[in-house]
């Protein structure tokens, strides 16, 4: 469903992504590792249609579309679903008003009817059981003053609201509790499925020892250097990043 | 002194003097030296200070007379019935700046408040206005005050007994309407609330669409001790007309007043206030949102007097520019050497939303006490790109994501509102303007 070719990305003078190479088929999970200041969210946002990056050269087919040629919305209405590293506070605009707007556009978007009023509040109230967020949260502006954790139980009830064909997790994990990162990992593993791809970007096996991938790639100066399955991700919590150094796939 | 500029006014001065409705002589003469000091300094001009960025040319060339006498036409009746609102405990309603008994709605007025024309109040003893009608609306203050004292017939005269509450509010809609002539609306209102007494008020100005006429009222306010008053006003004047409007409000020790100002119409809209603090433990809020598009210039002006210690002000105003637009913000506080103690805040926001949008933003804080907390800020901006991005990447569409921005910025100084039926009001016209699905 996703098949990126030899991807290079710049933020001005700065070249971040330096030919990435990756294929995920629907029904995968890829993990994706690497060190600190490696493109992770950068390769995220390439996906999501950052217009802070140019892609100097490559392609990102997805389901057969030149996604590159997307604008951000179409993207998301495609079924591309970035979960923020850094969710964005948005004062102003209530949750619940969000959701429901990103929910019909999306449907505008395929020429489907608008959801009715109940049936939104059913599935709402339904995925916020599911993540554990009361509902009061939803009467609240996008993310303003939602600690850490909260912000990305967000994340995770948004992308449960508007499901996703591929989900790009960046760092969910990241700032979560324990009971937490157990609450979100279900969230995230109940919405596997056979036709739905998913890359996770986190830095710990703790994640992956919930959301079990398919595959785990490491990321490392703009690139992919290494891919294996999920006993990479226990090598790497073993050894860390030592063995770049010395392996010259990684100059 | 350019004579062409004071005709079309000299005649309805002229048109006054006569006229039947015998005005005790106080007020004659405050007419009469309303008119004398217009004749002294006529319009301003952009060399004032006051005046840099708000040019007058338009007005000073306009010829307004006074308006039709008999206004109730159907389509003013369909305007006053669009401007009203649910849950009013009474509505005064005025064209072009006399009062309109058959458009009004005066049963069951709550005890304590007596509402009525000025006009009425003048020509009976006076009552309400005597004492308060020109103590404070200084004639030297502005040429449009002193226009003002030279042309009002009529407006609201309004008092509060003492040691009344009233939960709903009283409504106050201003039509102007020349019927294809241009035409000026001069309402000069009066408000007394009582000692510990508690009022919400609504001021509404609407008038004929595109239509080039000239609204220039002037509202006295005194609060007495302890007195609480919500004043709202909303400016949705054509977007040819000229708005220009002054309220001085006095409050008493441990009074209350906070206003809150929504201007969207005009192609030239001024609103000043003015407040003074003339006891201690005073507070004030002023919140005001401007949201104005093609060639439209809004300036809002304000003025604290922290007079005495103790007191509390605070103020946010915020503009959204779009087109050409203009927005001037003045906010004027000015400490006295005996206010210690005092604690104000003054905040001005503005959005641009194109490159041609201008903004001129002057906080002119003066403080001679030493003791004191003030504080300002003023931000000028665009969409936050980051915003924006978010928002886009979960599927909703640029233009639908802006507009969602937009209304999030305004909708703000709208949620703070205390009166249910006005906030829905502005939060349907503000997702109007901005074409937005409702939730
Ligand atoms: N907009 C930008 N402008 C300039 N430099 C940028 C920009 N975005 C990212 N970078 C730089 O690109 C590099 C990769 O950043 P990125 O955020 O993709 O790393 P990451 O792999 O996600 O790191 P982390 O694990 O810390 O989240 C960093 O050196 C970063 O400073
Ligand atoms: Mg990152």
């Not at chain 2, 006009?119 to 203050?141: C, M, P, S, Y």
Request: net charge negative; aromatic share 6%; charged share 25%.
């Amino acid at each position: 469903m996703l098949e990126i070719k030899n991807l290079h990305a710049r933020s001005e003078d700065t070249e971040i992504l330096k030919g990435i190479n990756l294929r995920v088929q629907t029904g995968e999970v890829h993990a994706i590792m690497g060190p600190n200041g490696s493109g992770k969210s950068t390769l995220a946002h390439v996906l999501a249609g950052r217009e802070d990056y140019e892609v100097t050269a490559g392609e990102i087919l997805f389901n057969g579309k030149d996604l590159l040629e997307l604008s951000i919305e179409e993207r998301a209405a495609e079924g591309l679903f970035m979960a923020y590293q850094y969710p964005v506070e948005i004062p102003g605009v209530s949750n619940k008003y969000f959701l429901k707007a990103a929910i019909n556009s999306i449907r505008k978007h395929h020429g489907q009817p608008l959801i009715k009023t109940s049936e939104f509040l059913e599935l709402l109230k339904a995925n916020l059981a599911k993540l554990g967020m009361d509902k009061s949260m939803m009467e609240r502006s996008v993310n303003e003053g939602f600690s850490g954790g909260e912000k990305k139980r967000n994340e995770i009830l948004q992308m449960a609201m508007l499901r996703p064909r591929l989900a790009v997790l960046d760092e969910t994990d990241s700032g979560l509790d324990i009971d937490a990162l157990k609450i979100v990992a279900e969230g995230v593993n109940a919405l596997r499925s056979p036709d739905r791809g998913m890359i996770v970007v986190t830095h710990y096996q703790r994640l992956l020892d919930y959301i079990v991938p398919d595959f785990v790639h490491v990321l490392a100066g703009g690139k992919i250097v290494r891919s294996g399955d999920r006993t990479l991700a226990h090598e790497l919590e073993a050894q860390g990043y030592a063995f770049l150094e010395t392996e010259p796939a990684s100059v | 002194m350019i004579v062409t500029e004071l005709t079309p006014f000299a005649e309805q001065f002229e048109r006054l003097s006569q006229d039947p409705a015998h005005f005790p002589d106080w007020v004659q003469s405050l007419r009469q030296s309303g008119r004398d000091r217009f004749h002294q300094v006529g319009f301003p001009t952009t060399k004032w200070e006051d005046w840099r960025f708000t040019p007058v040319t338009a007005i000073a060339q306009g010829r307004f007379g006074s308006g039709p006498e008999n206004s109730a036409t159907s389509e003013i009746t369909e305007w006053v019935a669009q401007a009203s609102l649910a849950d009013m405990a009474c509505r005064l309603v005025f064209v072009n700046g006399r009062l309109q008994p058959g458009l009004s709605q005066l049963d069951s007025l709550p005890a304590g408040l007596t509402v009525g024309g000025l006009a009425d109040d003048l020509e009976a003893d006076g009552e309400i206005a005597t004492g308060v009608l020109g103590r404070q609306a200084n004639i030297e203050h502005s040429p449009f005050t002193a226009l003002n004292a030279a042309l009002f017939r009529d407006g609201a005269a309004i008092r509060l007994a003492d040691g009344v509450e009233i939960e709903a509010p009283l409504h106050l809609i201003f039509v102007t309407s020349g019927g294809g002539d241009a035409v000026c609306s001069q309402a000069r209102n009066v408000v007394r609330i009582g000692r510990e007494s508690r009022l919400k008020l609504v001021e509404t100005h609407v008038g004929a669409p595109g239509e080039a006429y000239l609204t220039n009222s002037v509202t006295e306010i005194e609060l007495g001790e302890a007195a609480q008053l919500d004043h709202h006003k909303l400016q949705s004047d054509s977007i040819a007309g000229y708005h220009i409007a002054t309220t001085y409000v006095s409050q008493a020790a441990s009074s209350r007043y906070r206003n809150h100002y929504f201007a969207f119409g005009g192609a030239l809209s001024r609103n000043e206030i003015h407040c003074y603090h003339a006891g201690e433990q005073v507070e004030t809020v002023l919140h005001g949102l401007y949201l104005v598009s093609g060639s439209q210039l809004a300036d809002c002006r304000t003025r604290i007097d922290h007079a005495m210690p103790n007191c509390v002000s605070h103020e946010v105003y915020k503009g959204i520019l779009d087109d050409r637009a203009r927005g001037v913000f003045n906010g004027k506080i000015l400490v006295y050497p005996d206010a210690q103690k005092t604690d104000a805040k003054q905040s001005n926001q503005a959005l641009l939303l194109s490159d041609d949008a201008v903004i001129d933003t002057k906080p002119e804080l003066e403080i001679y006490a030493d003791d004191v907390r003030c504080t300002h800020g003023a931000t000028v901006g665009e969409l936050d790109p980051k915003g924006l991005f978010y928002l886009r990447s979960r599927g909703i569409p640029e233009s639908l994501a802006r507009k969602m921005l937009i209304f999030a910025f305004a909708n703000d100084v709208v949620q703070g509102l205390r009166v249910e039926s006005l906030k829905r009001h502005l939060e349907s016209v503000l997702l109007a303007d901005h074409g937005l699905p409702s939730v």
